[in-house]
């Protein structure tokens, strides 16, 4: 069995792998940030596109794959309705999705935008269905693929609306 050292500077309580495994996600998580922040300067640059834009499409990206995957769970693995299944993927994504848009697109430094953010989103969520229930039940396009679609609609939506109502300055 092999034997991990203790995180010093701190309370090493009865569970020091856990505290060690948390270190490490810790420095991984800000290791990872870094990068990508270097990756949005430097994308943003070359392709004349704003660091804002850019950070907003990498966040969203990162959101898209946890509801996205949620989404694909829900349908697949519980048999709920495709309807259901957006619901899901929305309600898992929002909160890290808020985080990071305030944190690092619109760089928020003060609270109370998150009542403005879950009402864009909420409103996003219901175009989000009737587009998602227009793809499948009138245009005959699988769920899977209608979800898709839907999320590339939405994102300009959600980008403006995100901009200048939520964390208009």
């Known amino acids: 069995m092999v034997r991990t050292p203790p995180f010093h500077g701190g309370n ?8 060690t495994i948390y270190f490490h ?7 990872f940030l ?3 922040s270097s990756l949005v300067k430097d994308l ?3 392709y004349h596109i704003t660091r804002q834009a850019l950070t907003f499409i990498i966040v969203g990206g990162f ?3 946890i509801s996205y995957s ?3 769970i829900a349908l ?7 309807l259901i299944a957006n619901l899901a993927g929305f309600c898992l994504s929002i909160g890290f999705n808020y985080q990071c848009n305030k944190r690092f697109t619109f760089k928020a430094q003060e609270s109370g935008y998150f009542a403005r953010y879950l009402s864009l989103y909420l409103i996003s969520l219901a175009l989000s269905s009737a587009l998602l229930r227009f793809f499948v039940e009138l245009c005959g396009i699988i769920p899977e693929i209608s979800n898709i ?3 590339v609609l939405i994102t300009a939506f959600n980008f403006f609306g995100a901009k200048f109502v939520v964390f208009k300055k």
């Open 25 to 31: 996600f810790q420095l991984s998580l800000s290791c």
């Open 12 to 19: 090493t309580g009865s569970n020091p792998v856990g505290v």
């Open 149 to 151: 679609i839907t999320i």
């Open 44 to 46: 943003a640059g070359r």
């Open 70 to 72: 949620t989404f694909i």
């Open 34 to 36: 870094m990068t990508i």
């Open 76 to 82: 697949h693995q519980f048999n709920v309705h495709y």
């Open 63 to 65: 959101s898209t794959i």
